[in-house]
């Protein structure tokens, strides 16, 4: 059950990501989760204790793994077009 909560929340970080990049339309579900997943794995890394499984979800990791997502998303735009956005 906890698995398919994290997929949830990675879709909704990865979705709202998506609208603050402006980058929404170009985007699904799918690759809204995986951007959600990764920028939490991201932020969980990089602010050290970002996700933590054994808590549940809190307002701390879920702000952490938005700001990661969002951060992958500009790196990913860098990379693509040769610009933020």
């Known amino acids: ?5 994290w997929l949830i929340v990675g879709g909704v970080c990865g979705w ?3 609208i ?5 339309g170009q985007q699904g579900i799918i690759l809204n989760v ?4 990764v920028g939490a794995a991201i932020a969980g ?3 050290g204790g970002g996700a933590d499984l054994n808590h549940g979800i809190t307002l701390t990791s879920f702000l952490y793994s938005l700001l990661g997502a969002v951060v992958l998303l500009a790196i990913v735009n860098l990379v ?3 610009t933020v956005r």
């Open 1 to 5: 059950m906890g698995i398919l909560i």
């Open 16 to 18: 709202l990501a998506s």
């Open 20 to 24: 603050i990049m402006r980058t929404d």
């Open 34 to 37: 995986i951007v959600g997943i």
């Open 45 to 47: 890394f990089l602010l």
């Open 80 to 82: 693509r077009r040769g």
